[in-house]
């Protein structure tokens, strides 16, 4: 049995996701600007591991839910970590809308900033978040006396 290429899985994901190349090069352009747009060709070429870029791939990942390792690689689980409840995945996409309209640099603090919450949420921590609402507020931890 022949592995799988990268060029293939991003055939897979296209396959799966019951798009043809134009589509498929349509979504990924959904939120770039002009000049940047996807096209039918590089889908192809892509498809036949031609000219694929990392950044291209990042965006494939990103915007099908697919595992960045899995997709570049052919390592580990095609969709790990990515399971979520149908309720969260229109937040998901717009959310994902919104990152893809950022320039590189303002994509790497937005990802900072992701980290620093996911690192205070774990911890519980107490301290209130800056510009956070009242009403999602961290909960306080017991004093220890």
Do not use: C
């Not at 960045?68 to 580990?76: N, T």
């Amino acid at each position: 049995m022949r592995a799988m290429t990268v060029g293939s899985r991003i055939k897979q994901i296209r396959i799966e996701a019951g798009l043809s190349q134009e589509e498929f090069a349509d979504r990924l352009s959904a939120n770039l600007p002009e000049e940047k747009a996807v096209t039918r060709g590089a889908v192809g070429n892509w498809e036949r591991g031609k000219g694929i870029k990392r950044t291209n791939l990042e965006m494939i990942a990103r915007v099908f839910g697919y595992s960045l390792e899995w997709l570049s690689l052919g390592r580990g689980l095609p969709r790990a970590g990515f399971d979520v409840p149908d309720a969260k995945a229109a937040e998901i996409e717009k959310l994902n809308s919104l990152y893809l309209t950022l320039d590189e640099k303002a994509q790497l603090v937005l990802m900072q900033m992701a980290e620093t919450i996911a690192r205070t949420a774990a911890r519980q921590d107490p301290q209130p978040l800056e510009g956070a609402s009242p009403d999602h507020q961290p909960r306080e931890k017991p004093k220890s006396s």
